[in-house]
């Protein structure tokens, strides 16, 4: 069960609250502030309508999950102060109609999975003719992932600079190379990252949109530095320090000069 968090004025400073568990659930929040002033419903919505207007939209994030009232909503896009693509009564929650004035709650998700690595799949067009081969270096620090994409065989654009959130199992953000933007919309696992892509900005590219998946290269096991000499104990092979063994030996041949 999830709890309502205390009620804001519009003085008050914007409250992100962290749920510790995935998108699919709605436990109890730990809010945090920061200074920007409160967004609030800029006009009465209905509990059907797919957008709305706050009074600031710069202290939400360009896509998420906000919650007014007792009613979550995700988003999949902002457009100044408009947020779009709205997804009503979300995570457990029951759509509603909501006054002028409510506050606007950012929701954000702690992460469920870990994306640092080196990832490997495709991408294809929604055209059909071109795809090619997809490749990421990734590292994620607690929510905020970066790094490097490239996209092998694209007619207009190649390697860029990745940067991008982490919710729960979502993954959003954008590849960044010069002029060219791709915006990308993930879902991911501690080995595999699948979704839609679509390209802001990228010359003859510009609104292209299409699919890729990504899996994780396994990590390589390090191999032993101990240097030292195994021996079978109890089943089992123990490995024992170089200068034990050194020591050993050293004892063994003291051992046999004094019987001689």
Not at 1 to 13: G, L
Not at 36 to 65: C, F, K, N, R
Not at 112 to 120: A, K, M, N, P
Request: glycine content about 14%.
């Amino acid at each position: 069960m999830w709890r309502q968090p205390p009620a804001h004025a519009a003085s008050a400073q914007v409250v992100k609250v962290v749920f510790f568990a995935t998108p699919s659930n709605t436990p109890t929040a730990t809010p945090t502030t920061s200074k920007t002033p409160q967004p609030l419903l800029a006009g009465a919505i209905s509990a059907t309508d797919s957008s709305l207007i706050v009074t600031s939209g710069g202290a939400l994030d360009s896509q998420g999950t906000i919650q007014i009232d007792q009613e979550f909503i995700d988003y999949s896009g902002k457009t100044g102060n408009t947020l779009y693509g709205l997804v009503r009564g979300a995570h457990g929650t029951t759509a509603a109609a909501h006054a002028a004035g409510a506050p606007v709650i950012q929701i954000v998700f702690a992460p469920s999975v870990d994306l640092t690595g080196t990832w490997s799949g495709s991408w294809q067009s929604v055209n059909g003719i071109d795809a090619g081969p997809l490749s990421a270096d990734l590292a994620q620090n607690g929510s905020t992932v970066s790094g490097s994409i490239t996209f092998g065989g694209s007619p207009c654009f190649s390697q860029g600079t990745f940067s991008g959130t982490v919710s729960g199992n979502s993954v959003q953000g954008a590849m960044f190379a010069g002029a060219v933007r791709v915006d990308i919309d993930a879902a991911g696992t501690a080995s595999a990252m699948n979704g839609p892509y679509s390209v802001v900005s990228g010359g003859a590219c510009t609104g292209d949109t299409g699919t890729f998946s990504l899996a994780k290269a396994p990590t390589p096991s390090k191999p032993s530095t101990s240097g030292g000499s195994g021996c079978q104990i109890g089943g089992e092979q123990q490995t024992a320090p170089a200068w034990l063994f050194s020591l050993l030996v050293l004892a063994s041949m003291t051992a046999r000069r004094r019987q001689v």
